[in-house]
């Protein structure tokens, strides 16, 4: 600590150029936050499920192409499977395209047995949902969200699927509101709206007698691979193979569908990060040039080479973690801001750890050739301007 | 007979610049008791500042034996050399030489940061430094903010705040005018005669050199003999 100040005015020697470098670190490090975050949600995936019990058949070549409903009869009979139930992404947005909802229709009886104690609905409103064709139980928050009540009806859009009368509109009357009882899980279902499965079936004017996915409940989280195996190998060379997955395995699958998300944040980021490497590196190194008869008095005063060495590296060190500690905060205070754009998405701060390690590799990388340099300056010649 | 602080025996001395090797000391022999103030005089290129380096541990000689403060010096390694000279030197510089982020207390602090004194300890013995030299109503004041003669001042209290038994002074009044000039070496006199320390200044100030109580003059890297003076 005794060499803080000293470290600290160094470097400050320059105001204007530590400041603009300063804030080319905190960019990148606002970047890194911002899409190491969403990276990490896409590889942590938690939306639409939880818990290791549960299994997601989908078609083995897309999760776009659907299943015959039929299938459903033959896993529920696969040993281990002790309940499943079917569902299809209606793909539906309320009033404009950006307020997104996460409709889905359901199966009553079987999507509550397989998602047992994951929901909370009053008895009341599970009886008139029950009791209601064209009823839907909305997540509370979505409710809070666009100020809906109870008793309302509820139009929405749906992209892919048009109803007998040509029309992509689909109304329901809201009966009720349900919660999740693992807040962990309060992102994910922050857009669902439950509606029957019977009334989109009826209702759409194509793809009758297929579903989306088959949601399965397993009696043995350890035997998930085994019994997905079996379900898979009931549809080998069948016209609709399918592909049997842990249920978040299967939210990874769905949310990657629009690409390599981590490739290409990844390239991203080592883009900002190469051209920061360039950057920094320079700074450091012109610093470093500009102080060498500086230096070469540390020397004479009596700090070995050694500790001219970590001087240097410790002033790396010092803008880098310092940029990145401000970069990663602002990132931090973004995340409400991204989860709005990503709906469903749950992002989690821990992502952002990563980025202290990055700070402390980009030091060592760009503080390392000048430390070298100020580590092996000869004193005479520095003093003498030979340097 | 006093005792010696800087004996040399036999000192040879050359570089390597590119493929020439330049020999700037030969057979240099010399001893200076402790507690003399030594003026060392010639043209450039006799290798004053070489021999200078030598005494302060900056360099080590090509061959021959170097004994300053009871060490072999040539024996020593460069890491030994960094903690011989933080114990044992201060060095005051044409230029001063301050570091111009840091205001003058810090700069004279900068030598007890390689001790184990506490913050608290290291600022008050900067204080007190600066207060031997006479500026220490400067003491929050940056080098760019001061004049020759203060930034001098502030340089022979950082030589001074880890009490070395030796100073070093390359040149110290060759960036200033008379009257600075003249009350740093005035000052230079008082740490010798009051203060005990041994000092070694290289000048070409001829007026300069009268401070000191013995004049050496060298020429083509040798001491001229006593009492001689190139002409």
Known sequence: ?387 | MSEVIVSLRNIDKSYVRGKQSIDVLQGLTLDIPKGEFVALMGPSGSGKTTLLNLIGGLDTPTSGEITVAGQRLDKLSSGGLSHWRANHIGFVFQFYNLMPMLTAQRNVELPLLLTNLSAEKRKANAVAALTLVGIADRAKHKPSELSGGQAQRVAIARALVADPMLLVCDEPTGDLDRKSADEVLHLLQILNREHGKSIVMVTHDPKAAEFASRQLHMDKGSLLEAGATLV
């Open chain 1, 1 to 387: 600590m005794k060499y803080f100040p000293l470290i600290w005015a160094t470097l400050w020697r320059k105001k204007t150029r530590t400041l603009f470098t300063l804030l080319s670190v905190v960019i990148a490090f606002l970047l890194f936050g911002m899409l190491e975050t969403v990276d990490y949600a896409f590889s942590h995936p938690s939306a639409g499920t939880t818990g290791a019990d549960k299994l997601i058949s989908t078609n083995k070549y897309s999760i776009t192409l659907p299943l015959p409903f039929a299938d459903l009869q033959e896993i529920r009979s696969v040993p281990g499977v002790t309940d499943a139930t079917w569902l299809t992404w209606l793909g539906a947005y309320y009033q404009e395209s950006k307020n997104f909802v996460f409709a889905l229709p359901i199966d009553t009886e079987s999507y509550f047995n397989v998602h047992k104690d994951e929901f909370i609905v009053s008895d009341e409103q599970m009886k008139n949902y029950r009791g209601t064709r064209s009823g839907a139980l909305v997540n509370v928050a979505l409710m809070k969200k666009f100020g809906w009540k109870v008793g309302e009806k509820l139009p929405v859009h749906s992209t892919i699927w048009t109803q007998k009368n040509g029309s992509l509109d689909w109304t329901f009357d809201i009966v009720g509101t349900f919660d999740v009882k693992d807040s962990t899980q309060a992102n994910a279902q922050a857009y669902t709206v439950f509606f029957h499965y019977d009334l989109f079936d009826e209702g759409r004017s194509f793809g009758k007698g297929t579903v989306g996915w088959i949601e399965e409940r397993i009696d043995n989280p350890a035997n998930a691979a085994a019994i997905a195996g079996k379900i898979d190998a009931l549809f080998a060379n069948s016209p609709n193979e399918t592909k049997t997955q842990p249920a978040n395995d299967f939210a990874m699958t769905f949310i990657k569908q629009i690409g390599d998300i981590g490739f290409v944040l990844r390239a991203i980021l080592g883009a900002v990060f190469f051209t920061l490497l360039f950057l920094t590196g320079n700074t450091m190194m012109q610093s470093v040039r500009e102080r060498i008869p500086e230096l070469a008095v540390l020397k004479t005063l009596g700090f070995t080479d050694g500790k001219v060495l970590a001087l240097v590296i410790a002033e790396s060190l010092l803008l880098c973690l310092f940029a990145a500690v401000i970069g990663l905060g602002l990132s931090y205070a973004t995340l409400p801001i991204i989860g709005q754009a990503l709906q469903g998405v749950q992002l989690d701060p821990v992502a952002l750890i990563p980025g202290l390690g990055a700070a402390v590799l980009l030091a060592l990388i760009v503080g390392f050739p000048p430390a070298w340099r100020a580590m092996r300056l000869n004193i005479v010649d520095a003093l003498s301007g030979l340097h």
